[in-house]
């Protein structure tokens, strides 16, 4: 599968010099990358970033706020860093698709290169030139995304899938939390702690819960509180304090608990299920999941220090994230085994000043 966002871009301030494009950025197994390519995929990046901003936060991003008080780092310096290790990933990943007899097809080769020619068609030369982006470069990083793409799921399949019941068998419990810290706030605004009596209050409530029988829910309910469920297992415990979970495994199916308490909860917890089987499936999945991703993350890190990969420093530092981007357009395109479908939305123009 591969994903070619085709976003058509207008700087919405002025560019900055871009001498240096054809310099050569970082290596790979000692093929070249030049900064064109890495830029292309940084600033690609930057504007999906300030898109997501607007769309769903309704602001600009700041690049230049300070994130980081102790460092001064701001927030472009902070996701430039991101983004180029996402892009030294992404290279390091794609160059080992020989390993796995990976190769891209003539077709999915030329339904790149049309995607980067749209690319550079559709793009405002402003844009293109502080992205650093020709056909090149874009038909470069889309290669890397594809190729990355096909190994990670190699790499992921080396995982082992096999996993028993025993090792994923959930239990599913309902419960109700009732806080023995005040919700009133002194002028301070400080919060104002319960009294003992008020606290008495509280745990007698918990107990008339907790004799309910076939009404837990009801009485939970009348208390105006909620019911909560949790699946979990013996190797994943979830939120709960472990007390609460101690009293729920003494617990046989339908019980009801007594009054758990801690230093700021009361708990009431009813035994729902001792082998949730969907729960348990869930679980098995959660587990590949786990394991799969373990496999990745483990042979990327030898890939990363074998010192395949190595960076001009001076050049691969020099990308800075300042002009900011207007999306005129946004189209995705999903190229799979060959077959292509798109959906568009349309914003509002943007132009360079």
Avoid at 73 to 87: C, N, P, R
Avoid at 135 to 162: G, P, W
């Amino acid at each position: 599968l591969l994903a070619v966002l085709g976003l058509t871009l207008a700087l919405s301030t002025g560019i900055t010099g871009c001498a240096g494009n054809g310099s050569v950025a970082a290596t790979i197994n000692e093929t070249d990358i030049t900064l064109g390519e890495v830029k292309t995929y940084v600033k690609y990046q930057q504007a999906l970033y300030e898109q997501l901003y607007s769309v769903y936060l309704g602001q600009e991003i700041d690049w230049s706020e300070v994130t980081n008080e102790e460092t001064k780092e701001t927030m472009g310096e902070t996701m430039v860093a991101d983004f180029l290790e996402e892009y030294k990933e992404m290279v390091i990943v794609a160059s080992h698709a020989s390993d796995y007899q990976i190769s891209l097809s003539e077709e999915q080769k030329k339904e790149i290169e049309e995607a980067a020619k749209k690319f550079i068609e559709a793009n405002s030369k402003a844009a293109l030139k502080d992205m650093g982006a020709t056909e090149d470069t874009v038909i470069s990083m889309l290669t890397y995304m594809t190729l990355q793409h096909l190994v990670e799921h190699e790499m992921r399949d080396t995982a082992d899938k096999n996993v028993t019941d025993e090792e994923a068998a959930q239990k599913t419990i309902s419960y109700v939390t009732i806080s023995k810290e005040g919700t009133e706030q002194d002028e301070e605004g400080n919060t104002v702690a319960l009294t003992e009596e008020e606290q008495a209050t509280l745990k007698e409530t918990a107990e008339t819960i907790s004799k309910s029988g076939d009404d837990f829910d009801t009485a939970v309910q009348d208390a105006a509180y909620s019911v909560q469920t949790e699946s979990y297992g013996e190797g994943d415990r979830g939120i709960l304090e472990e007390t609460v979970y101690e009293a729920a495994d003494a617990l046989k199916e339908g019980e009801i608990s007594g009054v758990i308490e801690t230093d700021t909860m009361y708990y009431v917890v009813r035994m729902d299920s001792l082998y949730d089987e969907a729960a348990t499936e869930e679980r098995k999945a959660e587990i590949i999941e786990e394991r799969e991703q373990a496999a990745y993350d483990e042979l990327y890190k030898q890939w990363s220090e074998s010192g395949e990969f190595k960076t001009v420093d001076r050049v691969w530092a020099s990308i800075v994230l300042k002009n900011k981007y207007t999306i005129v357009s946004d189209e995705i395109e999903s190229i799979t085994d060959g077959d292509a479908t798109s959906t568009g939305d349309t914003t509002s123009n943007g132009e360079a000043e």
